[in-house]
């Protein structure tokens, strides 16, 4: 099963993984509240947790956290019957991904990626409710398990990767690259 979105991978986990697997929970604060449940569920196995109504933003600025916590989860997302045994799921992946075969991007007008734009002196990144993850982090992170796509200005060759991205400002964001990192080379 493909997902198009993060929508219908929460409707799928919810329809076989179980009622239980997804968690709304109203009025959690950014600030620490977020992270420190996110992190207590993720170490006992807990579910999905779909945050609403933060403090302070309007609702349907929406934080999901621990979507990938499991097994059980990752094997739904990966197209693998969750059923299997851990040893069994890791199995099926390695098979599976000796048979990806890239596809060639097809370039399109619009999608639902271009339906919320922001340009210029209208970007305004402090409009979402990033979290501060964890006490000690330097800020919030809006960026932890996205992909950032970059090209290097001499090749022209296009990577992507995932790197944190802390927010600093209303249009600035840094990204924590690790020394040995492609996204970092190009920098
Ligand atoms: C959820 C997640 C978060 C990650 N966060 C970072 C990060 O903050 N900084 C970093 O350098 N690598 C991070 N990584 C690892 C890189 O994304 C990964 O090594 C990737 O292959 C880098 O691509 P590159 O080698 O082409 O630069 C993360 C990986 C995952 C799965």
Redesign the pocket.
Known sequence: MAFTDLREFLDAAVRTLGEGEVRKIDGASWDSEIGCVTEMMAEHGGPILLFDRITGYPAGFRVVSNFLMTPQRHALALGISPDLPRLELLRAWKERSKQLKPIPPTKVKDGPVTRNVMEGSAIDIERFPAPQWHKQDGGRYIG??HMVITRDPDTGWV??????ACIKSKDRLTL???E?????EMA
Do not use: L
């Not at 990577?159 to 944190?164: A, E, K, L, P, V």
């Open positions: 932890t398990g990577n992507m990767g995932t790197y944190r924590w690259m690790i040995d990192r492609h996204g970092r």
